[in-house]
Every structure is written in structure tokens, then in C-alpha cells.
């Protein structure tokens, strides 16, 4: 176990080896090249990037050099990413087959490698990190140490003030002076729902009872999702620290985090700092040599959406199907095994340490008059910056479509984004400039949600888009209450016709009364909120339901069983490239002459009109 | 011969590698039947679906009845009481790949395997699942051959990656 005094020194001397990768007027010659170990970047082979490296260092002695795997760097559609720092370049989609190249220029000689800089949106080279559009507007609290430290060596996370919020807590706070903080700093839960994070912790403390326990969802269910397994693998101690600061405000002794067993990499990353963290007696009895005491234990889920559901996640936890409670009881009375339980989800704990360490004065001037602070998005679908951004509140969709995001790929027009995923809805573009925050999503039938964040172009028919999240929840579906097993059910099978080309006059109304009544009836939040993605579609995009009852037909021409794959013949130049590139051989005709497509063989997959140069092909 | 190595003795004398491996997990959970998610869990990657076999061991050590554990295997998507193909393939249906066109790659794998989600080729070398977010967004749409993660799919791509592993 360390000591106060022992963590200080070894902050000190952690960060005199570290601090050359924040401060850019460096001058010695200790370089570090971080390369990204997030999920995505480790799906496209970063870390034989990280191996190779090694062994040019190691052939070449060299002991000023060091690769260290960090966290998401969030812009994901550019991985995998290599940062060098003191000087910050960014090198993007970097094929281990370039390491030796870099490694000769750059780290032997000090040339940059051109060819390999990252590129913007616009194409202009990039040479370092900060230029970068999609850093400009964003703000990190939660994101702060992910992409700079090495998440699996605790000494690196206590050299950037690690551990500090807690021992100020500690040595210095009393548990209600703990949970004003947190309240006056305006902190709301980013699980979605937004009930202010300081009353949710002062429920838990009034629960009088010798156990209590503080849990954390990391259950991050809606598909295109990844802030919170960002978090985890990028900084995971900034979770453990904010839980113990927890335990310590409502007066529990243990903790659980409840992972989906889908992220290895943050399940991994979080027990080894977990184990750290126990090691340097940070976690355990006499925490910093005071009475506090607490632990943590990881419990793995198993791939069920609806266990993100508070009382869904505790039955999971304790090992049974997850199936929600009836609530009251609320969890704050009786939440894991019959105790009172204090349950945040990933990203709201990460902004603990920062509030405590700062004040909530600082927290609070960030942000909107009702929604404090930064709120982290997954930032996908038909966006050019595919990836995980942290944003101040306040700032408008429009900002983080164009300005940070890239805007749409492919000369695209923007249609409609989608917030909260299953449980959320759309926003169309007359709503671009709606500031993010919670009031103001929900007042356009959106909601924030979690923070995933799917930008959709003009090819998205939103008739199917809400046919998919439909789909996805009659899955995910627990089937404990009928509105939500049986109703969702009928919704889908009405929106399976209308895709289908076989809507019927009436089914509009249809799907209204089940969605206001599955809505009003279900038991727990996922049918609750099941009907969202129908209902903001009918409101803004009622024109193509109609389109497809009344007039059979797609006009985003998405909908395969309404609409053809035609080639013009009048544009056509007759130069093979889509009858080469169909992958069902559907495409015939002769050089130089127009090409014919066979519609019995079509599946309609679009590929050739990606590929023709002359842009004869469309769907009809 | 220690107690677990006992336990794992199968009919034929060998010791059985997997249900030794399955009862190391059970003694480390110290009887704590909150913790059948963590076995489960552990079952499914020893065995690459749980057999009942596997659910009776867990059932006797744990004291927990067949039937509840049935009930959680049958709830999780992840856990499968049918064994995989040697090639599991998954096409990520997460919306950030949904949007950008995973549907058709995962009709293509469809049309190529002859076989249809959840199912298994005859010769049992290849198995299709439709995953929820893989999480490699930034490649999407991705489809995953087992632990090998391929982005930026479409439908003309996919036959040579299977083509890879027939």
C-alpha cells in the first residue's frame, strides 16, 4: 500500500518522464509515438504497428525512443492512428508495412513523412493534431487522458493529477460536502435519461442501511455506440477513482461494474487496473491510510440490451435473466441484492474526478443553463470523421455535422441524424441549428440518449430506418410485459409491409395508436421508448410512409421490392466497369455500346452506380 | 490426481481438458451463484456453446437447477447451446453499419453459404450470425471472421473472403 507522500513521488517522477507529450515546447530528445489501441484501430492491425516498432528500437538501441499503446483518439475513420509527440504529428491509416519508413525518417533523421500525414476533409495536410478541423470545437473532460496516457500504467494516470480528486475527498471533504459539489456543478446522468447526478447520489446516502453498494453501467447497448467502452479502454482508472468518491459520498464499501462481455479490450484494460489500483492500495481497506474502504469486481454481461436498463442490469448482475423490476422500489432503496444501490453509467462517473478536482463552478460554466458540462458522441453512419467526439453542451448539430464531423461523404446531402438510437429519434435538417442539450432534444421529439450519433444522406429511406430499430427491439425485447413483446411486434409487421410495397390505407393510424400505447403500458424504458424512432420519422418524414402506401413507392429508393437498378442509355459509354464490378454477374452488353442490366438477377445492391464514371446508373 | 482433476475423469479415463478448465472457473466463484454469468460466460468460450453437459456440471457444483440455468442461456445472445462453425461469420447490423449498406453484405454471405442467419453450413465449416456493433464504426460496414475484423465491405468483396478460408 502507498502512501500519500509515496504517490506524489511517484507522480513526480512519472510525470518528468511523461510531460514531453503534453508540453509542445519540449526540448530534449525523448520522443513517443502513441498508437492508438482502441477497438477500432486494433481491428485494423495497430498493434503489429506497436510490434514493429518495438523491434526497430530495439535493433537500434535506441533508448530515448518510446511506443506506447493509448486510448481512442476518437478520430476513428482514420485509424490506425500514430501520434509522435513532442511535435505532434499525426500519421493516419498507417500500414505496418510504413513503420520502417517512419521510423528511418522520422525517429532516426527528423524528416516527416509527407506521404503519410494525415489528410483533412477538404485534403489539405494536416501536420499536426491541433489543425486537425475535427479537434477544433470539441472540449475533453471525459476523453481527457484517452489518447495521451498508456490506460493499462497506473503511474502514468496519477502524473496527470491521478487519484488526486479522491485524496481531496478523503483527507479533506465530508460525504455532503462531496454530494453539493457534484449537485451544484449541474452534472445530469449521460446514460440518456438525465436525472441530475448530485439528487441521485443524495437519495442513495438517505437510504439508511449497513450495505450499500455503487455500480456502474457499462452496458453500452445501442448499436454504433462506443463512448463509453472508449472511456474504459482509454482511462479506466478515472471510473474506478470516481466510484470509490461515490462509495465514499453514500457510504458503500463495494462496487460493481457491469461490462457487456462484446468489449474484451475495456474488460481487460479495467481488470488490470483494477488490479493496480488494488496494489497500491488505491482499492481495499485503509484507502490512503484513512478508514475508508472499498473494492470493485467486474461482472460481464452477455449481449441483451435491455439489461442497460437500471433494474434490468441489477438481475443480470446477480446472475438471473435480465429482466426489469417494477419500480418503486427505486434502486436508491433497493437496488443489488436487496440493498441500496447507486447506479451512474461510464461517462457520467468520468466527470467526477474532474468536478471534485475543479469545482463546480468550473463544471458549471461550461455548458447550457440546464445541461452542465461536456457530452461525448459516436459519431457515425454517412459522415466523413467516423468516430468519438466530446463536445460542450449547447453546441449545435449543425457544428458537429460540418464543422468537426466533415459533413457528408460522397457529394450527399444531409437528411436526418439519429440520437439515442433505439430509444431516440430523428432529427431532420430544418433542425441543424437546435442546440444540443437535453431539454432541446427532447423538444423536437429526440432525446440525447447515450451519445450515439448516426449522421443518414438522402439514400436512407426512413420508412426502413424505423422498420430497423423496430426490428432490433422486438429482439432485444425481454418479453416480461405484453405492450412491449407483443406491440413492437405488430409494429414491425406493419412496417415490414410498407417496405415490402404492401401498405394498406390505415396503416399510418395504425401505428400511431400501438406506439402511444406501448408507450403508455410498458413496463420498463426500452417499450417506453420503443416507439420513438417511429414516431419522430411519422413527424418529420410522413410524406414517405405515404409514398409507400399510397403510391407503392420509395423515394429514397431504398426499399429493394419498390424500385429498379437502371442504367440510361443515353449516358452510358458502354465501358464494362459495372457489369465488371456486379457481384451477381447481372449486367451485360458490349463494349462501347450501352450495358443492360437483367432484373431478374438484380439484388439491387447499388454497387454498379458507385462505380460508374459516367453516372448513368440510378435507382428508379 | 486434485479434486478438480477427479471431477474431470470422462467415461473412456482421460481426463477432460474442458470440464476441467470449467470446474477451475466454478471453485474460483467460491459458490456464489450471482456469479453464473461469469461461468457462462467461461463455458461459451471453452466449449464455443454450452453443452448439457457443461450445464449439468455447472448445475451440480453451483446448486442452481437446470431450468434456471437454461433460462439465462436462452435470454443472452451470446451464450448458444449449438455449436459453431469453424468459421463463425459475423456481419455487424449496428446502425453505423446498417446505414452504410450491411444488409447486402450480409445477403451476399447469405446467397454464397446457402445458409441463413443463426445457421451452419453441412460440413460445419462455416456459421453466420448478424452482430450488433462490433464496435469498428469507423470501418463500417465490417464483418468479422471470427476474431479477424474486415471494414469497409461490399457486397463484390465478400467472396474472396470467404474464398480465404473454404
Same mark, same amino acid.
Given at each position: 500500500?502507498?502512501?500519500?507522500?509515496?504517490?506524489?513521488?511517484?507522480? *513526480?517522477?512519472?510525470?518528468?518522464?511523461?510531460?514531453?507529450?503534453?508540453?509542445?515546447?519540449?526540448?530534449?530528445?525523448?520522443?513517443? @509515438?502513441?498508437?492508438?489501441?482502441?477497438?477500432?484501430?486494433?481491428s485494423s492491425h495497430s498493434k503489429d504497428i506497436i510490434e514493429k516498432f518495438n523491434e526497430l528500437i530495439k535493433e537500434h538501441n535506441l533508448d530515448n525512443v518510446r511506443v506506447i499503446r493509448t486510448g481512442c483518439f476518437g478520430l476513428c475513420a482514420r485509424g490506425p492512428i500514430i501520434v509522435i509527440r513532442p511535435e505532434d504529428t499525426f500519421y493516419a491509416m498507417s500500414h505496418v508495412d510504413d513503420v520502417e519508413e517512419i521510423f528511418e525518417k522520422h525517429i532516426m533523421n527528423g524528416e516527416i513523412v509527407e506521404r503519410l500525414l494525415c489528410k483533412d476533409v477538404d485534403g489539405s495536410v494536416v501536420k499536426s493534431l491541433d489543425e486537425l478541423n475535427f479537434y477544433k470545437k470539441q472540449h475533453r473532460i471525459v476523453l481527457k487522458n484517452c489518447g495521451l496516457i498508456d490506460p493499462e500504467n497506473i503511474d502514468e494516470y496519477l502524473a496527470f493529477d491521478g487519484y488526486k480528486a479522491l485524496e481531496k475527498v478523503l483527507t479533506s471533504m465530508t460525504a455532503e460536502e462531496v454530494i453539493k459539489e457534484v449537485s451544484d456543478s449541474g452534472l445530469r446522468g449521460r446514460g440518456g435519461a438525465g436525472f441530475p447526478t448530485g439528487k441521485k447520489w443524495q437519495f442513495a446516502k438517505d437510504s439508511q442501511d449497513e450495505q450499500k453498494y455503487v455500480a456502474c453501467n457499462a452496458d453500452e447497448g445501442d448499436p454504433g455506440a462506443f463512448m463509453d467502452r472508449s472511456v474504459l479502454e482509454g482511462d479506466p482508472h478515472s471510473v474506478i477513482e470516481a466510484m470509490a468518491i461515490a462509495a465514499f459520498a453514500i457510504g458503500a464499501n463495494k462496487g460493481y461494474v457491469y461490462v457487456r462481455a462484446e468489449y474484451p479490450i475495456a474488460v481487460h484494460r479495467l481488470q488490470v487496473a483494477i488490479d493496480?489500483?488494488?496494489?497500491?492500495?488505491?482499492?481495499?481497506?485503509?484507502?490512503?491510510?484513512?478508514?475508508?474502504?472499498?473494492?470493485?469486481?467486474?461482472?460481464?454481461?452477455?449481449?441483451?440490451?435491455?439489461?442497460?436498463?437500471?433494474?434490468?442490469?441489477?438481475?443480470?448482475?446477480?446472475?438471473?435473466?435480465?429482466?426489469?423490476?417494477?419500480?418503486?422500489?427505486?434502486?436508491?432503496?433497493?437496488? %443489488?441484492?436487496?440493498?441500496?444501490?447507486?447506479?451512474?453509467?461510464? *461517462? #457520467?462517473?468520468?466527470?467526477?474526478?474532474?468536478? @471534485?478536482?475543479?469545482?463546480?463552478?468550473?463544471?458549471?460554466?461550461?455548458?447550457?443553463?440546464?445541461?452542465? !458540462?461536456?457530452?461525448?458522441?459516436?459519431?457515425?453512419?454517412?459522415?466523413?470523421?467516423?468516430?468519438?467526439?466530446?463536445?460542450?453542451?449547447?453546441?449545435?448539430?449543425?457544428? @458537429?455535422?460540418?464543422?468537426?464531423?466533415?459533413?457528408?461523404?460522397?457529394?450527399?446531402?444531409?437528411?436526418?441524424?439519429?440520437?439515442?438510437?433505439?430509444?431516440?429519434?430523428?432529427?431532420?435538417? *430544418?433542425?441543424?441549428?437546435?442546440?444540443?442539450?437535453?431539454? /432541446? %432534444?427532447? =423538444?423536437?421529439?429526440? $432525446?440525447?440518449?447515450?451519445?450515439?450519433?448516426?449522421?443518414? +444522406?438522402?439514400?436512407?429511406? $426512413?420508412?426502413?430506418?424505423?422498420?430497423?430499430?423496430?426490428?432490433?427491439?422486438?429482439?432485444?425485447?425481454?418479453?416480461?410485459?405484453?405492450?412491449?413483446?407483443?406491440?413492437?411486434?405488430? $409494429?414491425?409487421?406493419?412496417?415490414?409491409?410498407?417496405?415490402?410495397?404492401?401498405?394498406?390505407?390505415?396503416?399510418?393510424?395504425?401505428?400511431?395508436?400501438?406506439?402511444?400505447?406501448?408507450?403508455?403500458?410498458?413496463?420498463? !424504458?426500452?417499450?417506453?421508448?420503443?416507439?420513438?424512432?417511429?414516431?419522430?420519422?411519422?413527424?418529420?418524414?410522413?410524406?414517405?410512409?405515404? =409514398?409507400?402506401?399510397?403510391?407503392?413507392?420509395?423515394?429514397?429508393?431504398?426499399?429493394? =421490392?419498390?424500385?429498379?437498378?437502371?442504367?440510361?442509355?443515353?449516358?452510358?459509354?458502354?465501358?464494362?466497369?459495372?457489369?465488371?464490378?456486379?457481384?451477381?454477374?447481372?449486367?451485360?452488353?458490349?463494349?462501347?455500346?450501352?450495358?443492360?442490366?437483367?432484373?431478374?438477377?438484380? &439484388?439491387?445492391?447499388?454497387?454498379?452506380?458507385?462505380?460508374?464514371?459516367?453516372?448513368?446508373?440510378?435507382?428508379? | 490426481?486434485?479434486?478438480?482433476?477427479?471431477?474431470?475423469?470422462?467415461?473412456?479415463?482421460?481426463? +477432460?481438458?474442458?470440464?476441467?478448465?470449467?470446474?477451475?472457473?466454478?471453485? /474460483?466463484?467460491?459458490? +456464489?451463484?450471482?456469479? %453464473?454469468?461469469?461461468?457462462?460466460?467461461?463455458?461459451?468460450?471453452?466449449?464455443?456453446? &454450452?453443452?448439457?453437459?457443461?450445464?449439468?456440471?455447472?448445475?451440480?457444483?453451483?446448486?442452481?437447477?437446470?431450468?434456471? &440455468?437454461?433460462?439465462?442461456?436462452?435470454?443472452?445472445?451470446?451464450?448458444?447451446?449449438?455449436?459453431? !462453425?469453424?468459421?463463425?461469420?459475423?456481419?455487424?447490423?449496428? #446502425?453505423?453499419?446498417?446505414?452504410?449498406?450491411?444488409?447486402?453484405?450480409? +445477403?451476399?454471405?447469405?446467397?454464397?453459404?446457402?445458409?441463413?442467419?443463426?445457421?451452419?453450413?453441412?460440413?460445419?465449416?462455416?456459421?453466420?450470425?448478424?452482430?450488433?456493433?462490433?464496435?469498428?464504426?469507423?470501418?463500417?460496414?465490417?464483418?468479422?471472421?471470427?476474431?479477424?475484423?474486415?471494414?469497409? $465491405?461490399?457486397?463484390?468483396?465478400?467472396?474472396?473472403?470467404?474464398?480465404?478460408?473454404?
Amino acid at each position: 500500500m502507498k502512501s500519500i507522500e509515496e504517490l506524489n513521488e511517484i507522480r *513526480e517522477k512519472t510525470l518528468s518522464e511523461i510531460s514531453l507529450r503534453k508540453d509542445r515546447n519540449y526540448t530534449g530528445r525523448e520522443k513517443h @509515438i502513441l498508437v492508438c489501441g482502441g477497438t477500432g484501430c486494433t481491428s485494423s492491425h495497430s498493434k503489429d504497428i506497436i510490434e514493429k516498432f518495438n523491434e526497430l528500437i530495439k535493433e537500434h538501441n535506441l533508448d530515448n525512443v518510446r511506443v506506447i499503446r493509448t486510448g481512442c483518439f476518437g478520430l476513428c475513420a482514420r485509424g490506425p492512428i500514430i501520434v509522435i509527440r513532442p511535435e505532434d504529428t499525426f500519421y493516419a491509416m498507417s500500414h505496418v508495412d510504413d513503420v520502417e519508413e517512419i521510423f528511418e525518417k522520422h525517429i532516426m533523421n527528423g524528416e516527416i513523412v509527407e506521404r503519410l500525414l494525415c489528410k483533412d476533409v477538404d485534403g489539405s495536410v494536416v501536420k499536426s493534431l491541433d489543425e486537425l478541423n475535427f479537434y477544433k470545437k470539441q472540449h475533453r473532460i471525459v476523453l481527457k487522458n484517452c489518447g495521451l496516457i498508456d490506460p493499462e500504467n497506473i503511474d502514468e494516470y496519477l502524473a496527470f493529477d491521478g487519484y488526486k480528486a479522491l485524496e481531496k475527498v478523503l483527507t479533506s471533504m465530508t460525504a455532503e460536502e462531496v454530494i453539493k459539489e457534484v449537485s451544484d456543478s449541474g452534472l445530469r446522468g449521460r446514460g440518456g435519461a438525465g436525472f441530475p447526478t448530485g439528487k441521485k447520489w443524495q437519495f442513495a446516502k438517505d437510504s439508511q442501511d449497513e450495505q450499500k453498494y455503487v455500480a456502474c453501467n457499462a452496458d453500452e447497448g445501442d448499436p454504433g455506440a462506443f463512448m463509453d467502452r472508449s472511456v474504459l479502454e482509454g482511462d479506466p482508472h478515472s471510473v474506478i477513482e470516481a466510484m470509490a468518491i461515490a462509495a465514499f459520498a453514500i457510504g458503500a464499501n463495494k462496487g460493481y461494474v457491469y461490462v457487456r462481455a462484446e468489449y474484451p479490450i475495456a474488460v481487460h484494460r479495467l481488470q488490470v487496473a483494477i488490479d493496480q489500483a488494488r496494489e497500491y492500495g488505491l482499492l481495499g481497506k485503509n484507502i490512503m491510510g484513512t478508514n475508508f474502504e472499498f473494492d470493485v469486481e467486474i461482472r460481464l454481461g452477455a449481449g441483451a440490451f435491455v439489461c442497460g436498463e437500471e433494474t434490468a442490469l441489477m438481475e443480470s448482475v446477480e446472475g438471473r435473466r435480465g429482466e426489469p423490476r417494477t419500480r418503486p422500489p427505486f434502486p436508491a432503496v433497493k437496488g %443489488l441484492f436487496g440493498k441500496p444501490t447507486l447506479l451512474n453509467n461510464v *461517462e #457520467t462517473y468520468a466527470n467526477i474526478t474532474q468536478i @471534485i478536482l475543479n469545482g463546480a463552478s468550473w463544471y458549471s460554466s461550461i455548458g447550457t443553463e440546464k445541461s452542465k !458540462g461536456t457530452k461525448v458522441f459516436a459519431l457515425g453512419g454517412n459522415i466523413n470523421n467516423v468516430g468519438l467526439v466530446e463536445v460542450p453542451m449547447g453546441i449545435t448539430l449543425r457544428e @458537429i455535422v460540418y464543422d468537426i464531423g466533415g459533413g457528408i461523404p460522397n457529394g450527399r446531402k444531409f437528411k436526418a441524424a439519429q440520437t439515442g438510437g433505439p430509444s431516440g429519434g430523428c432529427i431532420p435538417e *430544418e433542425y441543424l441549428d437546435t442546440p444540443i442539450d437535453y431539454e /432541446s %432534444l427532447s =423538444a423536437i421529439g429526440s $432525446m440525447m440518449g447515450s451519445g450515439g450519433l448516426i449522421i443518414m +444522406d438522402d439514400s436512407t429511406c $426512413m420508412v426502413n430506418l424505423a422498420r430497423f430499430f423496430l426490428d432490433f427491439t422486438v429482439d432485444e425485447s425481454c418479453g416480461k410485459c405484453p405492450p412491449c413483446r407483443i406491440g413492437t411486434k405488430r $409494429m414491425l409487421e406493419i412496417l415490414e409491409r410498407l417496405v415490402n410495397g404492401k401498405g394498406r390505407e390505415g396503416d399510418i393510424e395504425k401505428l400511431e395508436k400501438l406506439a402511444m400505447n406501448i408507450k403508455r403500458s410498458s413496463l420498463c !424504458g426500452l417499450g417506453q421508448t420503443a416507439p420513438n424512432p417511429v414516431l419522430s420519422t411519422l413527424k418529420y418524414f410522413r410524406n414517405e410512409y405515404e =409514398a409507400h402506401i399510397k403510391e407503392k413507392k420509395c423515394p429514397a429508393g431504398e426499399c429493394k =421490392a419498390m424500385t429498379k437498378v437502371m442504367i440510361d442509355k443515353e449516358k452510358c459509354k458502354g465501358c464494362s466497369l459495372c457489369s465488371k464490378n456486379c457481384p451477381v454477374q447481372a449486367i451485360h452488353g458490349e463494349l462501347k455500346s450501352p450495358f443492360e442490366i437483367d432484373q431478374s438477377k438484380c &439484388i439491387k445492391c447499388g454497387v454498379c452506380i458507385a462505380k460508374c464514371p459516367f453516372k448513368a446508373i440510378s435507382r428508379v | 490426481m486434485n479434486e478438480i482433476e477427479k471431477k474431470s475423469v470422462c467415461t473412456c479415463g482421460e481426463i +477432460d481438458d474442458n470440464k476441467k478448465k470449467l470446474l477451475e472457473v466454478i471453485v /474460483s466463484v467460491n459458490g +456464489d451463484k450471482s456469479q %453464473l454469468m461469469k461461468v457462462l460466460n467461461a463455458a461459451q468460450e471453452i466449449y464455443g456453446y &454450452i453443452p448439457t453437459s457443461a450445464q449439468k456440471t455447472i448445475s451440480e457444483e453451483l446448486d442452481i437447477p437446470m431450468a434456471e &440455468i437454461y433460462g439465462v442461456i436462452t435470454f443472452y445472445t451470446r451464450f448458444s447451446l449449438e455449436p459453431k !462453425g469453424k468459421y463463425n461469420i459475423g456481419v455487424c447490423l449496428g #446502425t453505423a453499419c446498417y446505414v452504410k449498406g450491411s444488409q447486402m453484405v450480409l +445477403d451476399k454471405v447469405k446467397e454464397i453459404l446457402g445458409i441463413d442467419v443463426g445457421g451452419i453450413t453441412p460440413d460445419g465449416k462455416f456459421s453466420l450470425v448478424s452482430t450488433r456493433c462490433v464496435g469498428a464504426c469507423g470501418l463500417a460496414p465490417v464483418m468479422t471472421v471470427n476474431d479477424e475484423v474486415y471494414g469497409n $465491405m461490399d457486397p463484390s468483396k465478400v467472396k474472396d473472403i470467404l474464398d480465404k478460408y473454404v
